[in-house]
Antibody, heavy 124, light 107 residues
Framework: EVQLVDSGGGLVQPGRSLRLSCTTSGFTFRIYAMSWVRQAPGRGLEWVGF??????????QYAASVKGRFTISRDDSKSIAYLQMDSLKTEDTAMYYCTRDLSPGGDYYYFDYWGQGTLVTVSS | EIVLTQSPGTLSLSPGERATLSCRASQSVTSRYLAWYQQRPGQPPRLLIYGASSRATGTPDRFSGSGSETDFTLTISRLEPDDFAVYYC?????????FGQGTRLEI
């Protein structure tokens, strides 16, 4: 059974950092791209960024709203994806979901499995 | 960036009725790279449809997707109680991937 478990959320002050983890099982993690998607309270979904597999160079891309502040990485030996969030702003407050990505070929990703989410609250 | 606009914002129907949800893109979504997700309260989204019309594993056949270029539709043929949720479309025709604002399907 495919499982994604998001963790690491919590309350953090503006300007500080936080690292989220996505611990996976039930599939061959190393061959999949992984994304992070967030959802502010009572709002819609916003793609945050993705990381491709090692085969495709562990390439990353990010939404403009987080580029330069957030970094996605992966540890294939542990089947874990990470989201490092620096210089956090109040508008980063959201539930953060990791996703397993599928593609018909190339960097065209949709999301077939989702973690349960971890809540990040940025407030002083 | 491709902007997706979903309509209506809220759709009020009864079990057994047919639901038609719309997703319009600000520019053409090539190769029909459009997906639909269902989100129930307190749960993560669940993939229903990809490639505009292909059902994901486990998606009941009462769900169907159609459309191309800028106009896409999700149809639920006969609503069941579990179908009342929020539905999002997503385009994956290149980064940044974007979602519509959602359609709330209520009883």
């Amino acid at each position: 059974e495919v499982q994604l478990v998001d963790s690491g959320g919590g309350l953090v002050q503006p300007g500080r950092s936080l690292r989220l983890s996505c611990t996976t099982s039930g599939f061959t993690f190393r061959i999949y791209a992984m994304s992070w998607v967030r959802q502010a309270p009572g709002r819609g979904l916003e793609w945050v960024g993705f990381i491709t597999s090692k085969t495709y160079g562990e390439t990353t891309q990010y939404a403009a709203s987080v580029k330069g502040r957030f970094t996605i990485s992966r540890d294939d030996s542990k089947s874990i994806a990470y989201l490092q969030m620096d210089s956090l702003k109040t508008e980063d407050t959201a539930m953060y979901y990791c996703t397993r990505d599928l593609s018909p070929g190339g960097d065209y990703y949709y999301f077939d499995y989702w973690g349960q989410g971890t809540l990040v609250t940025v407030s002083s | 960036e491709i902007v997706l606009t979903q309509s209506p914002g809220t759709l009020s129907l009864s079990p057994g009725e047919r639901a038609t949800l719309s997703c319009r893109a600000s520019q053409s979504v090539t190769s029909r790279y459009l997906a639909w997700y269902q989100q129930r309260p307190g749960q993560p989204p669940r993939l229903l449809i990809y490639g505009a019309s292909s059902r994901a594993t486990g998606t009941p056949d009462r769900f169907s997707g159609s459309g191309s270029e800028t106009d896409f539709t999700l149809t639920i043929s006969r609503l069941e109680p579990d179908d009342f949720a929020v539905y999002y479309c997503q385009q994956y025709d290149g980064s940044p991937y974007t979602f519509g604002q959602g359609t709330r399907l209520e009883i």
